[in-house]
């Protein structure tokens, strides 16, 4: 009887052990003690590629003269109470694929490779003549339709919107949850397409801390990040109910056994 209560104890602690195992491996960043960090040194930069979405506006003392480049158009909009109302919205302007828009007064600029600082002061330069010495224009640029999607073994698959132009793949993770217990901490992956049109992709380990010096560390617009499913769920209905029944039987089996060994003894 002692025996059988041993055994039974160490399937137990054998169990418990293995669930041990399982769990250090659910830990990023596990050897950021060991990574030197200098690499990953800089400020990213988000660069425009085509089919972007800009938003532009101008701003300045002369309101009549700043008018001429902020285009927009009027917005029905429908309130609680079902009532209608207008409101004027600033038009965006779509990259093309060869990398232009088509900017009011001035006509076509190639935007491409630029980040949004950068068209901010080539635009200011252009359309400075159109504005008095003592009343220069600024010139705010940003990209409304950045945005990455965010699937597979996360809590909440998403579309995240990111409106700083600067995101790490951690963040978008996050955003969308965090992985399950149930994803591939090292095997995370990233699609992403690059100005012409190429399509790319490329493996990260969120276990390793090295993933900060990584050139896929910030996403880019329109990436699309992919946390592969690990074996376990791949057979989780059976695994889950044959280790549950498993331990179940196995605790009533103790229980008996402790019961028969203190009435017998």
Do not use: W
């Amino acid at each position: 009887m002692k025996k059988f209560l041993s055994g039974a104890v160490f399937l137990l602690a054998v169990m418990a052990l293995s669930g041990c195992k399982s769990a250090k491996e659910v830990a990023y960043f596990q050897n950021i003690e060991d990574v030197d960090l200098s690499a990953s040194k800089g400020l990213y930069t988000a660069r425009i590629l085509p089919k972007d979405e800009l938003t532009i506006t101008v701003n300045s003392t002369d309101p009549a003269a700043a008018s001429a480049f902020n285009l927009s158009v009027t917005k029905t909009i429908t309130n609680t109470n079902s009532t209608l109302s207008s409101q004027q919205v600033l038009l965006t302007y779509v990259v093309d694929n060869e990398g232009n828009i088509n900017y009011p007064q001035i006509g076509k600029l190639h935007v491409i490779g630029m980040s949004c600082e950068e068209l901010q002061d080539f635009i200011r330069e252009r359309i400075s003549p159109f504005f008095s010495v003592n009343d220069q224009p600024i010139v705010t640029v940003r990209m409304s339709n950045y945005r990455v999607t965010v699937m597979g073994e996360v809590s909440a698959p998403k579309v995240v919107s990111v409106s700083t132009e600067k995101m790490s793949v951690m963040e978008a993770i996050a955003s969308a949850g965090d992985l399950s217990i149930y994803g591939k901490r090292k095997n995370v992956l990233i699609i992403r397409e690059d100005a012409n049109g190429e399509k790319s992709h490329h493996m990260l380990d969120l276990t390793d801390a090295n993933i900060i010096n990584d050139p896929y560390y910030y996403v880019q617009q329109n990436d699309i990040i992919y946390v592969t499913p690990n074996k376990t769920k791949a057979r989780n209905s059976d695994i889950g109910s044959v280790t549950t029944t498993t331990i179940s039987i196995t605790s009533i089996l103790i229980s008996i056994a402790s019961l028969m060994y203190n009435i017998l003894k």
